[in-house]
């Protein structure tokens, strides 16, 4: 487990690091990230809208990706 996260924060860092990342830019690392966690799990970035939560960032479901598990929002990294 440590490993992994290691390997998200080495993603999402490179990224930071080069002065202009967005939102965006730190997507594929979190869905990396998310689906090795766990066998089975499936992180679709961009999901079609959906009336009862707009328009969520990331879906995420176990086993069938048909299935939503969760819906997840993303953000930029600031620093103060």
């Known amino acids: 487990m440590a490993a992994i996260f290691e390997a998200y924060l080495e993603a ?14 730190y997507r594929p690392a979190l869905k990396t990230f998310v ?3 766990r066998d089975g799990i ?10 009862t939560c707009a328009a969520p960032d990331m879906k995420v479901s176990r086993g ?9 929002e993303i953000y930029t990294i600031m620093v103060l």
Do not use: C, M, S
């Open 64 to 72: 069938n990706p048909t299935e939503h598990g969760g819906f997840r």
């Open 12 to 25: 999402i860092n490179k990224d930071y690091l080069t002065g202009d990342a967005r939102e965006h830019t």
């Open 42 to 51: 499936h992180v679709q970035n961009e999901p079609k809208h959906l009336i």
């Open 35 to 37: 689906e090795r966690l």
